[in-house]
């Protein structure tokens, strides 16, 4: 999926506040001490990402999803609860629920 597809999913998840449905999207996730990530899915309500960042459930996190095309940065920059971790091995599974999010065309 090009990138350009993720940014069209997101806005129009946003806009019509569909809780069901998450999408099944490869995105970068930049997390808080520069610490990276990639997510799994996502909705309008929160998302699942995978990181080598340790979270515990009801933590408080901020991060932002890269949804930049050439030439053009764009974000969606969010905070919310953990409600989940799983482990992954060698990386935590974290599920997320937005408290707030807003989508900026710059970092």
Do not use: W
């Not at 569909?18 to 909705?43: A, D, Y």
């Not at 969606?76 to 599920?95: F, I, Q």
């Amino acid at each position: 999926m090009y990138c350009h597809d993720a940014i069209l999913i997101i806005i129009t998840m946003l806009s019509e506040k569909r809780f069901e449905n998450r999408e099944q999207l490869v995105l970068p996730v930049v997390l808080p001490g520069g610490m990276m990530g990639k997510t799994h899915n996502i909705s309008t309500t929160g998302l699942f990402f995978e990181t080598e960042s340790a979270y515990q459930p009801g933590s408080q996190i901020d991060l932002t999803i890269d949804l930049s095309t050439v030439g053009r940065p764009f974000f969606l920059k969010a905070s919310g609860e953990v409600l989940r971790t799983k482990d992954l091995g060698e990386r935590m599974g974290v599920a997320v629920k937005f408290s707030k999010s807003r989508l900026q065309a710059n970092s």
